[in-house]
C-alpha cells in the first residue's frame, strides 16, 4: 500500500482500483453478518471460494465476504450481482448450483424469495418485500464491501467526503452543514449533533476529543454492530471529518469487548487507514494529525453512557459522572469531549458530500435523514432494516417485517429496549420520529423495536425489563439500585399471581421517583418501559393484581376455618 | 469568585460564585436532609436525598443540590410536593435495609415515610459510601471499597489492606448510618486475621 499526500492522489489510486474490476462481472456477496455467521455462512463462503478457484480467474467470478445484509431471519445471505439476485438460506450444497446458473446468466429459483402466504416470488433485491421498502443510504453498501479491504470502500467513494472537507471546506463550515442538516444523535437522546460538535469546538482548552459509542448494549438492538462491523471506514471517515471540524488530534472508539469480527474489522479499518495516510500524521498531506484509539466495554451496559463511558475510557470503573457539567466541556480527563453514536458518525460523510439540503429532504420536519432499525421480536421477518424517518411503523411492522408470525395478531411494539416504551397496536400509523414517538411514550431510542403479539403478557414483559436493568446498573445512586429492584418485586409479585391491592400505587411511586431522581440517564430513562405500560395497558396490570387478591382472599378464609 | 444572588424558599441569599446550592442553603441557615453527603467529603450526588426543585429561565427541574451549582437569579425550592416525595420513597427504598438506622427512622417521622411499604432486604448497609470515600480521600488508604454492581452492589474492607491499616483507625465506623461499616470489618476481621483482636486485648491488658 501507498501512501496517499493529497486528494488527487486519492482520485487517482480510486481509479486504478474502478479500473481493474469490470462491474459486469459476476460478485458473489456471502453475507458474515452475526446472525449468517451464526449459521455459519462462512461454510457457504468457502465453498463458494473453492467453487470460484476451480473454475479459474478467466471466469471473472468474484467471491465477496460481507457485512450483514439485513435480512437476518432468512440467512445465510448471498446477494449475486451485478444484478442482484438474493437467495436465502443457502447451505454449502447449494453453492455448485448457484455457481452454474450465475455463469449462465441464469437464477436458482428455489433459493429465492417466496412469500409465505400467496407463494409469489421475488429475486432481486429490489423486489424482495424485506428490502423494496427501504431507503438504504447507510446499510447498502454492505454487500459491496469487504470490511477487511479498503479498496471495497474507496470503490464505492469512501473518503472523497474527507477529502472535501479538507480540502474544500473550514472547520466552522463543516459544523455549519451538520447543523444545517439537523442530524440528530442516533444513540438514543435525539440531541442535535452539530450543536454538540459547537459545544466541544469552543469549549476552551487546546486538547478535546471525539470518540465514536459503539457500545450498543440493549437487548434488540443490533443494528449498529451491523454498520460498523460491515463498513468500519464509513464511521471512521464520519469520526474524521468531525474530529477536523472540531480542531481534535485524538479519537477515541468505544466498544464491545466481545464481538470478536466487529474487534477484528476495527482493527484493520484502522490500520489500513492509518497506511494510505487517511489517518495519523499529516492526513491526505492537508497538514492535520489525527490519531485513534481502541477500547473496550467493561461488560456493563451503564458503561454506554456518555460520562461512565469516558470514566471507563480513563481508565476508572465505568460509573456516571454526577456533575452538572456537559462532556462535550469537560469530558475525558476534563477535556472536551465530543461523543457521538455509530450511526450518527456514520451520517457525516454523506451529509458532507452530498450536502445538508439533500440530507434535511429526507424525513420530517424534526427528524431528518434514515434510521437503522433493527427489528425482532414476534414478527415474520427479523432483521436491520432502513428507512427514511418518517415511515409508519405499520410500514415497519408489516410491509418491511410481514406482520406477527404464525398467524397471530399484533398487540404491541416497544422501541427502545429496556429504556423505551411500548405502545398498542392502535397507535402503529405513528411516524418513525423523535418527538412524535417521545409523545407517545416509546421514544425510539437506539432503534431496537419489539413487536409483540397477541399473547404477549404486559406485566412479565415490564418484569423482564427491570430484571435486566438492575443487573447492569452501576448501583451507584439510590433511586436507580433500590428503586429498580423494588419494582422488578412488586411486579415479580404480580406475575405470580401474588398481586396486592395497592400495588398500582406502589409501582407509580418508585417509577416517578427513578424516572425524576436518578443521577444518570440510564436510571432516569429505565422508567419509560412501565411508565407506557401502565399508560395503555393498565387494565391487564389491575386484573393481574385482582387475581392476586382474590387468591390472598381464599387463602385467608382457608386458614379462618 | 464573585457573589450571586438567588432565591431559596423565597428568602433572598447571597453565595459565592463557586458553592453547590447545598452549602449557599447551609450558609443561609435553611436545612436540606443528606445522607451520603460529608463536608471533608467530594460530593458524590448518590442518595438523592438532598434534591431540590430549582427554576432556571421559567423552567423547573429537580437536582441535587449538592452538585448543583449556585446561578443569578436561580430559584430553589427546598421543600414543594415533588421534593417530598422523591425523598419519601428514598426513605422508604432504604428503610427496607436499615429498619432501625436512628438517621432514617428520624427522617422518615419528617417525610411520612412507611418503613414497610416494600420488601425488606436487611442488608444494613444503604451504600451511602461515607466509609469508602472517607477512608480513600481523607486517609487515602482504600481499605473498604465497593464491589459487585446494581442492587448486587455491597461496600467489603480489603483483607490484606485492613489487616495493616484498619486496627488503629477504625474512623469509618462513626460516619455509618447503620453501624453496617463495623459490622462488615469485623466479619473481614474473623474471615482475614482471626485470633488478631484476643490476641490484640492480650498484649494491651
Known sequence: ?561 | MSDVVMQIDGKEVKARGDMTVLQAARAAGIHIPTLCHHEKLEPFGACRMCMVEVETRGRKSYVVSCLYPVAKDLVVRTRSEGVDKIRRVILEELLAHAPNSPELVALSKEYRADPNRFEMDASFCILCGLCVRYCAEVKRKNAVDFIERGASREISFIPEIAAKECWDCQECFALCPTSYAQAAYFLTEALAFPGRRKAGATSAG
Not at chain 1, 442 to 459: C, I, K, Q, Y
Not at chain 1, 538 to 557: T, W
Open chain 1, 1 to 561: 500500500m501507498t501512501r496517499l499526500h493529497s486528494a488527487a492522489e486519492l482520485e487517482q489510486l480510486r481509479a486504478a482500483i474502478l479500473s481493474s474490476r469490470d462491474p459486469a462481472k459476476p460478485c458473489i456477496a456471502v453475507c458474515a453478518g452475526a446472525a449468517c455467521h451464526g449459521l455459519d455462512s462462512l461454510r457457504v463462503a468457502n465453498a463458494f471460494q473453492r467453487e470460484v478457484e476451480a473454475l479459474g480467474p478467466a471466469a471473472g467470478v468474484e467471491v465477496r465476504v460481507t457485512g450483514c445484509h439485513g435480512y437476518c431471519e432468512k440467512g445465510p445471505n448471498v446477494v449475486v450481482g451485478p444484478a442482484q439476485v438474493c437467495y436465502f438460506e443457502v447451505k454449502p450444497e447449494d453453492v455448485p448450483e448457484i455457481v452454474e446458473s450465475t455463469l449462465k446468466g441464469e437464477v436458482v429459483e428455489r433459493l429465492v424469495y417466496k412469500h409465505p402466504a400467496t407463494g409469489e416470488k421475488a429475486v432481486h433485491m429490489s423486489e424482495v418485500p424485506f428490502y423494496k421498502h427501504q431507503t438504504r443510504l447507510l446499510m447498502g453498501d454492505n454487500t459491496r464491501i469487504d470490511p477487511m479491504r479498503i479498496d471495497d470502500y474507496l470503490a464505492v467513494g469512501g473518503y472523497a467526503a474527507l477529502a472535501k472537507a479538507l480540502f474544500q471546506m473550514t472547520p466552522d463550515q463543516l459544523v455549519d452543514e451538520v447543523k444545517r442538516a439537523n442530524l440528530r444523535g442516533r444513540g438514543g437522546g435525539g440531541f442535535p449533533a452539530g450543536l454538540k460538535w459547537e459545544t466541544a469546538k469552543n469549549a476552551p482548552g487546546d486538547e478535546r476529543y471525539v470518540i465514536v459509542n459503539g457500545h450498543e448494549g440493549e437487548p434488540g438492538a443490533f443494528m449498529d454492530r451491523a454498520l460498523f462491523t460491515g463498513n468500519p471506514h464509513k464511521v471512521l471517515e464520519g469520526l474524521v471529518i468531525g474530529a477536523f471540524a472540531i480542531g481534535s488530534h485524538r479519537g477515541f472508539i468505544y466498544t464491545r469487548h466481545d464481538s470478536p469480527q466487529l474487534v477484528k474489522h476495527i482493527e484493520q479499518a484502522l490500520a489500513q487507514a492509518q497506511e494510505y495516510g487517511l489517518l495519523g500524521d499529516d492526513i491526505l498531506g492537508s497538514g492535520f494529525d489525527f490519531h485513534v484509539e481502541l477500547h473496550f466495554d467493561v461488560g456493563i451496559f451503564v458503561s454506554g453512557e456518555s460520562s461512565a463511558l469516558m470514566r471507563s475510557i480513563e481508565g476508572l470503573p465505568p460509573e456516571p459522572r454526577p456533575k452538572y457539567i456537559r462532556t462535550s466541556v469537560a469530558g475525558i480527563r476534563d477535556k472536551p469531549s465530543n461523543l457521538n453514536n455509530v450511526e450518527t458518525w456514520a451520517n457525516v460523510p454523506q451529509i458532507i458530500s452530498r450536502g445538508a439540503d439533500w440530507y434535511a429532504g429526507i424525513g420530517t420536519e424534526g427528524s431528518k435523514g434514515t434510521k437503522l432499525v433493527s427489528l425482532s421480536g414476534n414478527v415474520v421477518d427479523s432483521g436491520v432494516l432502513e428507512v427514511p424517518m418518517g415511515t409508519p411503523l405499520r410500514k415497519i411492522v408489516y410491509d418491511i417485517g410481514g406482520g406477527a408470525a404464525g398467524g397471530k395478531s399484533v398487540k404491541a411494539v416497544h422501541f427502545g429496549g429496556p429504556m423505551g416504551g411500548s405502545i398498542p397496536v392502535h397507535l402503529i400509523d405513528a411516524p418513525l420520529d423523535f418527538d412524535e414517538l417521545a409523545k407517545l411514550g416509546a421514544p425510539v431510542g437506539a432503534g431496537g423495536l419489539l413487536v409483540m403479539d397477541e399473547d404477549t403478557d404486559m406485566v412479565e414483559v415490564a418484569r423482564y425489563f427491570l430484571e435486566w436493568l438492575t443487573k447492569e446498573s452501576c448501583g451507584k445512586c439510590v433511586p436507580c439500585r433500590e428503586g429498580m429492584w423494588q419494582t422488578m418485586k412488586v411486579l415479580e409479585g404480580i406475575t405470580k399471581g401474588k398481586g396486592k391491592s395497592g400495588d398500582i400505587a406502589r409501582l407509580e411511586d418508585l417509577n416517578d421517583v427513578t424516572g425524576a431522581a436518578c443521577l444518570c440517564a440510564l436510571g432516569k430513562t429505565a422508567a419509560d418501559p412501565l411508565r407506557s405500560m401502565l399508560r395503555y395497558f393498565r387494565p391487564e396490570y389491575e386484573a393481574q393484581i385482582a387475581r392476586g387478591d382474590h387468591r390472598g382472599d381464599e387463602a385467608v378464609g382457608s386458614a379462618a376455618r
